[in-house]
Every structure is written in structure tokens, then in C-alpha cells.
């Protein structure tokens, strides 16, 4: 397992952009694919985006394809989600993950970050 600490959230307008950090423990990152979900209240985590070990592969879910941007470090360890075009539906706490699959489950991931609240306001 990895140790992730996320980090960038905070409270926006409708339009505005952010961008979320999560540093990974471990010399060890590079084996594994990220993924960043997203929880509201009252709601079940969902699915977010997706990177596989290189960064050469991603996956968006259709509600944020065209707006989020996944990116990773292997370097340094870090991985990113840049946010524009925010809007009040994306309000919610955000979670990195780790994985050693290509996965969109919840479910499948081993290792869970603290998560970082976004709040976008209208």
C-alpha cells in the first residue's frame, strides 16, 4: 500500500478553476494506477478520472471529460487533477486513490488519501 495526502481544495466560483494535489508515499508509486473520486453528501463516491503507471492512459467520467485534466509525476511522486469550468455540481469532498489495476471501481482501490472538500458556488 501507498500512504496519499491530498491537498488544493477549497471554495470557488461557478467558472473558476482548481487544482487538487495528492503526494504518494513510497518508492513504489510508479507501480501503481490513480484515480480520483469524488463524494457529496448524501451521495455514493463516484468516479472521477483516471491514470494508469506511466501516465500514458487516462479515463474520465462523462460528467468531467472535457473540463478535469489527470495528470502524474512519478518523480516526485504526485499526482494532479486540474479543475476548470467548475460548476455547483462538482461540489464535493475529492479522494486520490492507488491501485495496482486500471480501474473506475471504488471498491477495487486498496489505498485512500484523507480527501480535499471542493465548493463551488453559484
Known amino acids: 500500500q501507498v500512504q496519499l495526502v491530498e491537498s488544493g481544495g477549497g471554495l470557488v466560483q461557478a467558472g473558476g478553476s482548481l487544482r487538487l494535489s495528492c503526494a504518494a508515499s513510497?518508492?513504489?508509486?510508479?507501480?501503481?494506477?490513480m484515480g480520483w473520486f469524488r463524494q457529496a453528501p448524501g451521495k455514493e463516491r463516484e468516479f472521477v478520472a483516471l491514470?494508469?503507471?506511466?501516465?500514458?492512459?487516462?479515463y474520465y467520467a462523462a460528467s468531467v471529460k472535457g473540463r478535469f485534466t489527470i495528470s502524474r509525476d512519478n518523480a516526485k511522486n504526485m499526482v494532479y487533477l486540474q479543475m476548470n469550468s467548475l460548476k455547483p455540481e462538482d461540489t464535493a469532498v475529492y479522494y486520490c486513490?492507488?491501485?495496482?489495476?486500471?480501474?473506475?471501481?471504488?471498491?477495487?482501490?486498496?489505498?485512500w488519501g484523507q480527501g480535499t472538500q471542493v465548493t463551488v458556488s453559484s
Open positions: 491514470i494508469n503507471k506511466s501516465g500514458s492512459s487516462t
Open positions: 513510497g518508492r513504489t508509486f510508479s507501480h501503481y494506477c
Open positions: 486513490a492507488a491501485d495496482l489495476q486500471y480501474t473506475v471501481v471504488p471498491g477495487d482501490y486498496d489505498s
